[in-house]
């Protein structure tokens, strides 16, 4: 069992940044693939950005690549997600999620994910 808190949303004008963080219970962390998906009111929940358990392969949504960047830290069971240039578009609540080692990895898809954590808040005013 996994489980998983982020922080670091906010508030910030288009342009800024904000750097987000996810961090996870449990002794296997390094063993999880990992990603970031965010929900904007009204839309349904879309894939932003993953990362391999090791680190070495990560994967972008096309709306996001070249303004964030995910990261992580095994030694510290944590996830980051870097976001620059930040958009209006970009308003959402960010969840960070986690499959379960050993199964097939999608990792755009919300369902190769067991565990989620409760979401934190992004707004981007124009």
């Known amino acids: 069992q996994v489980q998983l808190v982020e922080s670091g949303g906010g508030l910030v004008q288009t342009g800024g940044s904000l750097r987000l963080s996810c961090a996870a219970s449990?002794?296997?962390?390094?063993?999880?693939?990992m990603a970031w998906f965010r929900q904007a009111p009204g839309k349904e929940r879309e894939f932003v950005t993953a990362?391999?358990?090791?680190?070495?392969?990560?994967y972008y949504a096309d709306s996001v690549k070249g303004r964030f960047t995910i990261s992580r830290d095994n030694a510290k069971n944590t996830v980051y997600l870097q976001m620059n240039s930040l958009k209006p578009e970009d308003t959402a609540v960010y969840y960070c999620?986690?499959?379960?080692?050993?199964?097939?990895?999608?990792?755009?898809?919300?369902?190769?994910?067991?565990?989620w954590g409760q979401g934190t808040q992004v707004n981007v005013s124009s």
């Open positions: 999620a986690a499959d379960n080692p050993g199964r097939l990895w999608y990792p755009t898809r919300s369902s190769s994910y067991d565990y």
């Open positions: 990362i391999r358990w090791s680190g070495g392969t990560t």
């Open positions: 449990g002794r296997t962390f390094s063993r999880y693939d």
